[in-house]
């Protein structure tokens, strides 16, 4: 299976409007089409406060971008635990119908007080995925109801997926139990931001030994992942442009604990040194000949999908731009 690649984008700031994102993002976008990016795709992140990156409503902001593309949208991750399955049925089969049939549905469980926050116990919360999947799956292929372990459903939804079976679904998470949900219940596995090469792989080879257990080819598995990603001519350029803004990011994730090393003084680096420690590991930062070698080690490890996380922080959208076009006249070709 050839690499693909697209865009993760964030959405979510607390000095602009989402719809001002957009406008910001329109030339991205399009310069991503032009190359023949694959998707498009942006994260959930509810917050108590505005903030930087994911927004609440992902599946709202990908309806307003299908018409401006012809790539597929995808969400990197919606979190199961703020969504009934019967809304998360109706929304996603009215999106791909919106869509022409182009919606990817990445799918995580985050943080234990985000399941806490929306009334749903921390505990089984793997079990209430497990239902919210197979819930999914029965409504969109016209089931009348869903009956699960912890989750019930009454009735069909009546619109449906315009995908037969609905949407992809890609499955995040760190643990073995992961993996086996993806197995289970999806088409494919689908890595963080924050989740290091190393683990990614592990991550990927659990996925793929959970289909072979499941009597299904491991061969056509789909693993993707998000990586902080920018691209320009020289070393000095890129590092200009990168560092601030990705290392200011790999320390929020690092201060969460998030798949990230867990380090008492991690408070005390400044995002430079955050950069340095992270970026071999966790980012696609560099010149075109220095992120394709990164590439081909994701490659030849089994990644099949590369999303790019453009934009994080205040990076201009003219380094968007310049990276999309980079990857895509000298970086691409070589995986297609």
């Avoid at 409503?57 to 969504?83: E, I």
């Avoid at 090469?197 to 061969?219: C, I, N, S, T």
């Amino acid at each position: 299976m050839s690499l693909t690649f697209g865009l993760v984008l964030d959405f979510a700031t607390p000095t602009r409007t989402i719809h001002e994102q957009m406008d910001r993002y329109r030339e991205v976008i399009a310069t991503a089409d032009r190359y023949g990016f694959d998707s498009v795709t942006t994260g959930e992140g509810p917050s108590l406060r505005p903030q930087w990156g994911h927004t609440p409503a992902p599946l709202l902001v990908l309806a307003a971008l299908a018409p401006v593309t012809r790539m597929r949208l995808g969400t990197v991750v919606t979190l199961l635990p703020t969504w009934h399955p019967l809304k998360l049925a109706y929304e996603t089969a009215v999106l791909d119908q919106i869509s022409g049939g182009r919606l990817i549905l990445g799918v995580g469980l985050g943080r234990p007080e985000l399941a806490r926050r929306y009334g749903i116990d921390a505990e089984p919360v793997g079990q209430y995925a497990d239902d919210v999947l197979a819930a999914l799956r029965a409504l969109w292929s016209g089931k009348d109801g869903f009956v699960g372990k912890g989750v019930s459903v009454e009735g069909g939804i009546g619109v449906y997926p315009v995908q037969p079976g609905g949407p992809p679904i890609w499955v995040g998470g760190s643990v073995q139990r992961s993996a086996e949900r993806a197995a289970e219940w999806g088409d494919g596995y689908i890595g963080s931001t924050s989740q290091s090469f190393d683990h990614l792989v592990q991550m990927g080879e659990r996925y793929r030994a959970a289909l072979a257990a499941r009597g299904k080819d491991p061969a056509s598995a789909v693993v993707a992942t998000n990586r902080l990603t920018v691209v320009a001519e020289t070393e000095k350029e890129v590092r200009d442009a990168a560092v601030g803004p990705v290392g200011e990011v790999l320390g929020v994730y690092a201060r969460l604990g998030a798949q990230m090393p867990r380090d008492p003084t991690i408070g005390s680096k400044t995002t430079a040194e955050l950069f340095d420690e992270f970026d071999e590991s966790r980012c696609l930062v560099g010149t075109p000949e220095q992120v394709a070698e990164r590439l081909r080690r994701y490659e030849k490890a089994g990644v099949t999908h590369i999303m790019a996380r453009l934009c994080p922080q205040e990076i201009a959208p003219e380094h968007a731009v310049r990276t999309v076009e980079l990857l895509g006249r000298r970086v691409l070709p070589e995986f297609r």
